[in-house]
């Protein structure tokens, strides 16, 4: 899987379609070594109650997405499975994913693939 939700090929570049995960808390991204972004599409999404990502064990995660954004302004980015393994982001998510892939810090994998 290179991203969770997929563009639609027909979809209309200037057009943003809005998608809302309202009551999404917290959202785990674990030992997924193909994922390259959340989404790639020209979608626009609001997040509004997530405090927690995971995002362990992908490697080739770059930006959350390429369309627009809302978070919470304090969003939890956790990047291991110690607690010292967080950042804070301050509403800019896409940056914070970038620094950690440059920091190949999103490549260890989670303690869950070995239960598997």
């Not at 979809?11 to 030992?31: G, H, Q």
């Not at 193909?34 to 990502?53: H, I, R, V």
Request: with cysteine.
């Amino acid at each position: 899987m290179t991203e969770v939700v997929i563009s639609d090929e027909d979809e209309t570049p200037n057009l943003k379609e809005e998608i809302v995960f309202s009551k999404l808390s917290a959202l785990s991204l674990f030992d997924l070594d193909s994922l390259t972004s959340f989404s790639s599409g020209n979608y626009a999404f609001k997040l509004p109650s997530l405090e927690d990502l995971w995002v362990i064990g992908c490697p080739k995660m770059k930006i959350f997405t390429k369309g627009e954004l809302s978070t919470p302004l304090r969003l939890n980015v956790r990047y291991g499975t110690s607690d010292d393994k967080l950042r804070w982001t301050n509403n800019d998510l896409n940056t914070i994913i970038q620094q950690l892939h440059q920091e190949k810090l999103l490549e260890g994998s989670s303690r869950y693939s070995s239960q598997y």
